[in-house]
């Protein structure tokens, strides 16, 4: 533990902690759950994050935490503030279900050594008679943030309190910088406020432009008394509270399906506590639910009625296990940037080979087999869309200002009667009513039934959200922000081809000539393959038709009502052209090659939408630009099959040869980027059907 009694010291402090390391400040007298410092200190998502006497810090804002010291104290110092007592950052100490030390001190924490937690000896000591005691200091690492607040704790050494309370503990954690606080304040009607430094510092860090997360506490108490009695009511508090229940209820996301929350979060957030008091992370756990669905998928491939239905319980088992790692993950706070990757492709890498899955059991299945790869192709091109819709929608209209509809009110109204809400959720069929769905139709059905009964409910439920949404579209009177627009673009996947018609033919913002445009070319291409079958070049010169028209769409900022459905036209355009051509092609081989295809550019796809969620844009124009856009990759396709229909296996092999150089290319720029420090620690808690 490191004390300073002034700005200049605590500055000094600052300063031997490394650049890339998060600092944290606490309050001494910090007085709150240890859930409630968890929350404020280890969440590694935001620049900075506080609570009331809490403030922590990331390296990109050291720079304006520095300044704001300076500020803060040269505010303390000016005539009339207070009793002129120097106000440098007063807390940096940690503190979870005690008191602090001495009225008026405070204390700065690094945070960054992997597991490094300093304990003080003698100097801790000497800490409990004098607030202004220098103590050596300690690192606690960002690999382990739970030991962050819970060394806090420990630190704490024994029950202090002003006026003889003896009802709280001192909080003053390891690996601290103490510096001395202002004046506490009286109020109107004469009680002493405690006054924080540290909140001083997070209302200058505001000013300074830095996001301060806040987070939402509930009945968690974290506060800084200003006197042994209110000390004590604060203690009180904390102990009428229990933060672990806490803790495991915040653990599970706020709004979830029907399934996920009666029938898995009543026992998953047990097993994610379970592996957080064992050390597994939830990386870990997100890979043992993928294997977990790899063996159901090959399970699923046995086309034997036992490997059917242990298909089904592993399917089951895997859920449980993905619901978990998001639950470790909220409930110890471990977010990172690979687990961002992982949690953002899993689950459809999962899903979908489950589907390869069940189409190879079906293939091998007793009775001569049944094909059923054009049914498993087009589950996953309905499912991808559907997901499109979801993103693209979402992406226009969660900062547009004038957001609001008739429609939308009514959706409102209709949240406070319980029951529809829970009916709504179902309809759309999400993750867990769907894996659900698809484990007991394995188990006792055929994988064909299974299919027929996936595509018709995901239709049915594409259907219901898209006619919605496009109905809440037209009545609102939303502005769109450049914001939205920009990501509109970057998931549309424009390629060279729809880049040239743009700045050829550039055009004026439109209402609706972008989703017009968009519409007309899926349709021309769709309708075109479908109507002139494989090996014509009917389907070629349509497609080049859908790449002028798809330039016409995004040749302006995509602002307007409905084009949000651009990206899920594009998509739907491209899978559906390679599924339409696959499926004529009754080429041995040929539908598994366009499963393969779709899946590597749906990851691609996937990927450039986690990345606009993280904030960080989408992937590099070149890479978008070597993989040819939408539109450049439907053209090749479509010639491919004009080309090659007379080769025995020339289509299976171009398709084969096209996805795996796909699959290499996005695979590769995607784990650079994933791994790389410029990528966000993002977590999915919208609560959005997947």
């Given at each position: 533990m490191r004390t300073a009694t002034d700005a200049a010291a605590v500055t000094a402090q600052l300063a031997t902690v490394p650049a890339h390391e998060r600092v944290a400040l606490v309050d001494p007298r910090f007085v709150g759950h240890l859930h409630a410092l968890r929350l404020a200190l280890t969440d590694p998502r935001f620049p900075a994050a506080a609570v009331r006497g809490a403030l922590s810090v990331q390296p990109e804002a050291r720079t304006a935490l520095a300044r704001a010291v300076t500020a803060t104290a040269a505010t303390a110092r000016a005539p009339g503030h207070g009793s002129g007592a120097p106000a440098a950052p007063a807390p940096l100490g940690a503190a979870g279900t005690g008191t602090g030390t001495a009225p008026g001190t405070g204390a700065v924490t690094a945070v960054g050594t992997p597991g490094q937690v300093a304990r003080?000896?003698?100097?801790?000591?000497?800490?409990?008679?004098?607030?202004?005691?220098?103590?050596?200091?300690?690192?606690?690492?960002?690999?382990?943030?739970?030991?962050?607040?819970?060394?806090?704790v420990r630190a704490s050494g024994e029950a202090y309190a002003p006026g003889g309370t003896g009802s709280g503990s001192r909080t003053r954690p390891s690996g601290t910088a103490t510096a001395r606080g202002a004046a506490d304040a009286p109020t109107a009607d004469g009680v002493t406020d405690a006054h924080s430094s540290v909140d001083d510092l997070a209302a200058a860090l505001d000013a300074e432009g830095v996001t301060v997360h806040r987070p939402e506490l509930g009945v968690l108490v974290a506060d800084v008394p200003a006197d042994a009695e209110a000390r004590a009511a604060a203690c009180?508090?904390?102990?009428?509270?229990?933060?672990?229940?806490?803790?495991?209820?915040?653990?599970?996301?706020?709004?979830?399906?029907?399934?996920?929350?009666?029938?898995?979060?009543?026992?998953?957030?047990?097993?994610?506590?379970?592996?957080?008091?064992?050390?597994?992370?939830?990386?870990?756990?997100?890979?043992?639910?993928?294997?977990?669905?790899?063996?159901?998928?090959?399970?699923?491939?046995?086309?034997?009625?036992?490997?059917?239905?242990?298909?089904g319980v592993l399917l089951i088992a895997s859920f449980v296990l993905d619901c978990t790692d998001g639950q470790l993950a909220r409930y110890s706070l471990q977010y990172s940037t690979l687990g961002a990757w992982l949690d953002a492709t899993f689950d459809r890498a999962k899903e979908y080979a489950y589907y390869a899955g069940l189409a190879l059991g079906a293939a091998r299945a007793g009775g001569g087999g049944d094909d059923v790869w054009a049914l498993a192709l087009g589950a996953m091109v309905l499912q991808t869309c559907r997901h499109v819709v979801d993103f693209a929608f979402n992406e226009a209209n969660h900062d547009a200002t004038g957001n609001t509809s008739p429609t939308a009110a009514l959706s409102g109204r209709l949240d406070s009667v319980g029951w529809t809400v829970w009916v709504r959720r179902m309809i759309v069929l999400p993750i867990g009513e769907r894996w659900a769905m698809i484990a007991v139709l394995t188990a006792f059905t055929t994988p064909r039934i299974t299919f027929y009964v996936l595509l018709i409910g995901c239709a049915l439920a594409a259907c219901y959200t898209t006619a919605g949404r496009v109905l809440r579209s037209l009545t609102r009177r939303a502005k769109r922000t450049d914001r939205a627009a920009l990501a509109l673009a970057e998931l549309a996947d424009s390629g060279p081809p729809a880049e040239l018609v743009a700045k050829a033919a550039p055009r004026k913002?439109?209402?609706?000539?972008?989703?017009?445009?968009?519409?007309?070319?899926?349709?021309?291409?769709?309708?075109?393959?479908?109507?002139?079958?494989?090996?014509?070049?009917?389907?070629?010169?349509?497609?080049?038709?859908?790449?002028?028209?798809?330039?016409?769409?995004?040749?302006?900022?995509?602002?307007?009502?409905?084009?949000?459905?651009?990206?899920p036209l594009f998509r739907a355009a491209e899978y559906g052209t390679i599924l339409i051509l696959a499926a004529y092609a009754e080429v041995n081989g040929a539908l598994p090659a366009a499963f393969g295809l779709v899946a590597a550019v749906a990851y691609?796809?996937?990927?450039?939408?986690?990345?606009?969620?993280?904030?960080?844009?989408?992937?590099?124009?070149?890479?978008?630009?070597?993989?040819?856009?939408?539109?450049?990759?439907?053209?090749?396709?479509?010639?491919?099959?004009?080309?090659?229909?007379?080769?025995?296996?020339g289509f299976t092999i171009a398709l084969t040869a096209l996805a795996a150089v796909l699959a290499l290319a996005v695979l590769i720029e995607s784990i650079r980027f994933w791994v790389s420090s410029g990528a966000p620690a993002v977590h999915d808690e919208t609560g959005e059907p997947a």
């Open positions: 003080t000896g003698a100097t801790e000591a000497a800490a409990e008679t004098d607030p202004n005691a220098h103590a050596t200091a300690g690192a606690v690492g960002t690999a382990a943030p739970d030991r962050v607040a819970d060394a806090a009180d508090a904390v102990a009428a509270v229990d933060d672990e229940r806490v803790r495991l209820r915040s653990a599970v996301k706020a709004r979830d399906g029907f399934f996920t929350t009666y029938c898995i979060s009543p026992y998953s957030r047990y097993i994610a506590r379970w592996c957080a008091r064992r050390g597994l992370t939830p990386n870990q756990v997100t890979t043992a639910s993928l294997l977990t669905a790899l063996i159901a998928a090959a399970c699923a491939a046995t086309g034997t009625r036992p490997g059917f239905v242990s298909a913002a439109s209402s609706y000539l972008a989703p017009l445009s968009a519409a007309l070319g899926a349709a021309a291409v769709l309708a075109g393959t479908a109507a002139a079958g494989f090996g014509s070049w009917v389907p070629v010169g349509c497609a080049v038709l859908y790449a002028v028209l798809a330039g016409v769409a995004v040749a302006a900022p995509l602002k307007g009502p409905l084009d949000w459905l651009v990206p691609h796809h996937y990927d450039t939408v986690y990345r606009i969620r993280g904030g960080t844009g989408a992937p590099p124009r070149r890479l978008v630009r070597a993989i040819g856009g939408h539109e450049g990759r439907t053209v090749v396709v479509t010639a491919a099959a004009a080309l090659l229909h007379h080769q025995n296996q």
